[in-house]
């Protein structure tokens, strides 16, 4: 069982910056790619960013791509999603997954979830 829990989520003006955190149990940890998706109200859970087991594949979104980025640390069992220039729209609840399957961009293939962050930009 792997059970996933974020942290590091809040509020924020426009332009500011967070770091989500996702604290991962189990060993298994460091063999899996990892994933952070995002849902706002009344949408589809999209991808963000995803991020291989070893740290040195990162894919993001087009909507993020330049303002944020993936990390991990296997040493800690720990993926990070650090977010700059955060803009209204990147609004939602982050989630992030363990992906054991090879499509990086569908929820499908992710087999464990946190329970979410929450994440306001206000304008």
């Known amino acids: 069982q792997v059970q996933l829990v974020e942290s590091g989520g809040g509020l924020v003006q426009a332009g500011g910056s967070l770091r989500l955190s996702c604290a991962a149990s189990?060993?298994?940890?460091?063999?899996?790619?990892m994933g952070w998706f995002r849902q706002a109200p009344g949408k589809e859970r999209e991808f963000v960013a995803s991020i291989n087991w070893s740290g040195g594949i990162t894919y993001y979104a087009d909507s993020v791509k330049g303002r944020f980025t993936i990390s991990r640390d296997n040493a800690k069992n720990a993926v990070y999603l650090q977010m700059n220039s955060l803009k209204s729209e990147d609004t939602a609840v982050y989630y992030c997954a363990r992906r054991h399957g090879r499509n990086y961009y569908y929820t499908d293939d992710y087999d464990y979830w946190g329970q979410g962050t929450q994440v306001t930009v206000s304008s």
């Open positions: 189990g060993r298994t940890f460091s063999g899996y790619a």
